[in-house]
C-alpha cells in the first residue's frame, strides 16, 4: 500500500516515514528541501533497510502536482506535512506563509478529491487552541484566534478540509494537533535540523550544550506556574511518528465514524521549562547555562493535552518519556556535529 509523505524529509515527515516503512507500507516522499536535506533520506534507509521513492517537487507548483498524482494514482493515503512553521517568520512574511501552507494545501486536496482512496491526514497544532480557558485541553476546547499567520495557517487548513469534506463524502481525512513534538530517532540516524539559531526550546537547549550557544534565554520566570515557567506537553517524535500510522491505518480500514476527525497528539502531562532543563542534566550528566530573561511575545503560560480519545478512539497513547526524548535528542546532537 503506497502512502504520499509530502515534506517526508522534515523532522516529524521523516521519523513517519520510518514508522510506516516499519509497519510494511511503501512510501512516496514529496520534499522540497527547503528546510532539510536529501541525506535525511540515508538515514531512513539506514533505519529502516527500505530506501523510500522521493520527488524533490514544490508543491506551490499546481501542474507539477497534477503530474505527481497522475503518475501515482494508486496511493492509498496521503500525510501532508510539507509547511513552513517558524512562528516569527510568518509574522514578518504572511503572504510566504499563506503560499507556502494553504495553497500548496488546497492544491493537493484537489489531487486528493480525485484519487479512488482519498484518504488524507493533516498536520496541525495545538497553537489553535491559543491559551485555553481549561487545562489540559480537549479537542472541544474553542479554537481561538490566532497569534500568528503560521498559527492562522494551520486554522484556515483545518476548516478548507473540514470544509471539502462536507461536501466530498468519498474524502475521509484526519486533522492531527500536535502538542510539542521534541528528540530523535534513537539510531540518532534522524532527528531535527533547524536553520538558524534554534528558536525551540528543545534543540537550543542541545546546541547550547555543544558550546554553539553562550546560554538557554529562559523566557519569563514569573508565570502563574508552580516554578514561574511555561509549562508545554513535550511528546517524542518517534510517539508522534507512530500516531501518524495508526490514523492512515483508521482511514484505510474505514475504521473512521465520520470523514472528517480530530485529534490531540500529546502526552497529557505539562512539564515546565526548569523541568525540561533538569531532565537535560539529568541525562547528558551536563549543567545546563541558563539565565531567566523577559517573556516572549505570544507565549502562552500552559498548554497541555487531555489524550484520552486518542487513547479511546484511536488506540494510541504515547510510551516515551521526556527523558527519553532528551536522552535521544542529545544523541542527535552530539552525532550532527561530530561530521
Ligand atoms: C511553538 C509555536 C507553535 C509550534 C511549535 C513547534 C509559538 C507561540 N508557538 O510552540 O505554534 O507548533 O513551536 O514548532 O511560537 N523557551 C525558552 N527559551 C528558548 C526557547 C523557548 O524559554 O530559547 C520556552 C518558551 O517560552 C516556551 C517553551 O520554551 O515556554 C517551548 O517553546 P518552543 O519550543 O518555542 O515551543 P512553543 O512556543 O510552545
Redesign the pocket.
Known amino acids: 500500500m503506497k502512502i504520499l509523505v509530502t515534506g517526508g524529509l522534515g523532522f516529524i515527515g521523516s521519523h513517519t516515514v520510518v514508522e510506516l516503512q516499519n509497519e510494511g507500507f511503501e512510501v512516496v516522499i514529496i520534499d522540497d528541501l527547503s528546510n532539510s536535506s536529501d541525506k535525511v533520506l540515508d538515514g531512513i534507509t539506514a533505519i529502516t533497510g527500505v530506501k523510500p521513492h522521493f520527488e524533490n517537487l514544490d508543491l506551490k507548483e499546481k501542474h507539477d502536482v497534477y503530474n505527481f498524482f497522475k503518475n501515482h494514482n494508486d496511493i492509498c493515503g496521503v500525510i501532508h506535512f510539507a509547511a513552513s512553521?517558524?512562528?516569527?517568520e510568518s509574522v514578518q512574511k504572511p503572504l510566504k506563509y499563506y503560499e507556502n501552507n494553504i495553497s500548496t494545501l488546497v492544491y493537493v486536496l484537489k489531487e486528493v478529491c480525485q484519487l479512488k482512496e482519498q484518504n488524507f491526514i493533516f498536520s496541525s497544532?495545538?497553537?489553535v487552541y491559543g491559551q485555553a480557558d481549561e487545562l489540559p485541553i480537549t479537542e472541544n476546547a474553542p479554537v481561538k484566534p490566532a497569534?500568528?499567520p503560521?498559527?492562522n495557517t494551520?486554522q484556515m487548513g483545518e476548516e478548507i478540509i473540514r470544509d471539502t469534506c462536507k461536501v466530498n463524502s468519498n474524502l475521509n481525512s484526519i486533522s492531527l494537533r500536535?502538542f510539542?513534538?521534541?528528540g530523535a530517532h534513537p539510531s540518532a540516524e534522524i532527528g531535527e535540523l533547524p536553520l538558524g539559531v534554534?528558536?525551540?526550546?528543545?534543540p537550543?537547549i542541545t546546541q547550547t550544550a555543544m558550546g554553539m550557544r553562550d546560554q538557554?534565554?529562559?523566557?519569563?520566570g514569573d508565570y502563574p506556574t508552580p516554578d514561574g515557567?511555561?509549562?508545554?506537553d513535550y511528546i517524542h517524535v518517534v510517539d508522534l511518528a507512530k500516531a501518524h500510522v495508526v490514523a492512515v491505518q483508521r482511514l484505510i480500514e474505514n475504521k473512521n465514524t465520520s470523514n472528517y476527525e480530530v485529534f490531540n497528539l500529546g502526552t497529557g502531562k505539562g512539564s515546565s521549562?526548569l523541568e525540561?532543563i533538569q531532565s537535560f542534566d539529568k541525562v547528558s550528566g551536563e549543567k545546563l547555562k541558563y539565565r531567566v530573561v523577559n517573556?516572549?511575545e505570544?507565549?502562552?503560560i500552559s498548554?497541555y493535552a487531555e489524550t484520552s480519545k486518542a487513547k479511546n478512539v484511536l488506540g494510541w497513547e504515547t510510551k516515551l518519556t521526556l527523558d527519553d526524548a532528551m536522552t535521544s535528542a542529545w544523541k542527535w546532537e552530539q552525532k550532527v556535529r561530530k561530521k
Open positions: 512553521k517558524a512562528v516569527g497544532s495545538c497553537t497569534e500568528s503560521y498559527g494551520k500536535y510539542n513534538p521534541i534554534p528558536q525551540n526550546l528543545v537550543f538557554l534565554s529562559v523566557f519569563g515557567t511555561c509549562v508545554r521549562v525540561v517573556k516572549r505570544g507565549d502562552v498548554a
